[in-house]
C-alpha cells in the first residue's frame, strides 16, 4: 500500500475537484498533470463523481483521489472506480477501519486537537486541516501543530491561489488543497494548465 505522504508530497497543491460532467473528467486530468499537479481530489458531492474517477484513472500520470468519503460504502465504492486515496472531511474509526481494509491510503480531515489525538490513537500521522481558514487559519494550525510534532498536515477549505504560499511555508504543512485551480463550467484547458504549473512551481517554499 502506498503512504499518503508519497501522495501528499507528489506536488504542493492537491486540485480538490467538482465535477459535473464526465466529458470532462479526462481533459481536466490531463491539463492539470500536464501542469505538474499528479494528485488529484474528485470530491463525492455530484452523482457522477465515481465516473470521473475511472475517467481520471486512466490519465497517465495522474493519482486520483475521492474526497468528501462519509463512510465505509462510500470509500470501498470510490476504490471499486480507481482511487487511489481516500480524503474524508473528518475523522471517524469507521473510515480509518474502511481505509485499512482496502489498503488505501487514508487523509482524514481534523480541526481541533481532540481530532488529531483520535487520528494519532488510529496510528494515523497526517492530516487534513479542514476548515482551515473557519478553523482559524494559519494561527490556529500553528498552534496545533505545537504539541503534535509528529503530525503533518494539508490544510484545506478557504485557501486561494495568493495564500497557498502562506500555508507551505508551515514546517507541519507538507501540501495544500485547493479548488481554484479548476472553476466550474466548461474547462479551458490552458488555463487550468497555466494555474496548475504556478501551482506547482510553489514546491520551492515547503519548509
Do not use: Y
Not at 466529458?23 to 470521473?52: F, M, Q
Not at 475521492?66 to 476504490?79: I, P, R, Y
Not at 472553476?183 to 520551492?204: C, E, F, N
Amino acid at each position: 500500500m502506498a503512504r499518503i505522504e508519497d501522495i501528499m508530497t507528489l506536488a504542493p497543491v492537491i486540485p480538490v475537484l467538482v465535477i459535473h460532467d464526465p466529458a470532462h473528467a479526462r481533459p481536466v486530468a490531463e491539463a492539470l498533470v500536464a501542469g505538474g499537479l499528479r494528485a488529484l481530489e474528485v470530491t463525492l458531492r455530484t452523482e457522477c463523481a465515481l465516473d470521473v474517477i475511472a475517467e481520471m484513472a486512466k490519465v497517465e500520470g495522474a493519482v486520483v483521489g475521492a474526497g468528501t468519503v462519509l463512510n465505509g460504502d462510500d470509500l470501498k465504492s470510490s476504490v471499486d472506480a480507481g482511487a487511489r486515496f481516500i480524503v474524508s472531511p473528518g475523522l471517524t474509526a469507521n473510515v480509518a477501519h474502511a481505509a485499512n481494509a482496502c489498503e488505501v491510503p487514508l487523509l482524514p480531515g481534523t480541526a481541533n486537537a481532540s481530532d488529531i489525538m483520535r487520528g494519532l490513537d488510529l496510528g494515523l500521522t497526517h492530516f487534513k486541516f479542514f476548515p482551515a481558514v473557519a478553523a482559524g487559519g494559519i494561527p490556529a494550525l500553528k498552534a496545533l501543530s505545537a504539541p503534535f510534532g509528529q503530525a503533518r498536515f494539508c490544510p484545506t477549505g478557504g485557501i486561494k491561489a495568493d495564500t497557498a504560499a502562506d500555508w507551505l511555508g508551515l514546517p507541519s504543512v507538507l501540501c495544500v488543497g485547493g479548488s481554484w485551480l479548476v472553476p466550474a463550467g466548461t474547462p479551458d484547458v490552458a488555463a487550468i494548465t497555466a494555474r496548475a504549473k504556478q501551482a506547482a512551481a510553489l514546491k520551492s517554499l515547503i519548509s
